[in-house]
Nanobody, 115 residues
Framework: QVHLVVSGGGLVQAGGSLRLSCAAS????????MNWHRQAPGKQRELVAS???????NYTDVVAGRFTVSRDNVWNRLYLQMDSLKPEDTAVYYC?????????WGRGTQVTVSS
């Protein structure tokens, strides 16, 4: 059974930093592309960053240069380092993996950036 546990959200002032973690179990973690999504109030969930099995990363334009996605294939963990945070980054952040054709989601963590 796929299980994703997200931690690390919180309240931070604009310009600050936060680091999110996602602990994965139930999958052969190292072979999967892992994703971070977020959903702001009243908006659709959006893909923020992804990292494939080779370590190649992709970011949505609005976070590129400020966020860094990484992974630890020994401890089966996914990370999102968020720097230079802006109030518009306020959202619930989710860890995601597509396994055997189905999307699995961790319980989201709230990130609130005050101006």
């Amino acid at each position: 059974q796929v299980h994703l546990v997200v931690s690390g959200g919180g309240l931070v002032q604009a310009g600050g930093s936060l680091r999110l973690s996602c602990a994965a179990s139930g999958i052969n973690f190292k072979i999967y592309t892992m994703n971070w999504h977020r959903q702001a109030p009243g908006k659709q969930r959006e893909l923020v960053a992804s990292i494939d099995s080779s370590g190649k990363t992709n970011y949505t334009d609005v976070v590129a240069g400020r966020f860094t996605v990484s992974r630890d294939n020994v401890w089966n963990r996914l990370y999102l380092q968020m720097d230079s945070l802006k109030p518009e980054d306020t959202a619930v952040y989710y860890c995601n993996v597509k396994h055997r054709g189905s999307n699995f989601w961790g319980r989201g963590t709230q990130v609130t950036v005050s101006s």
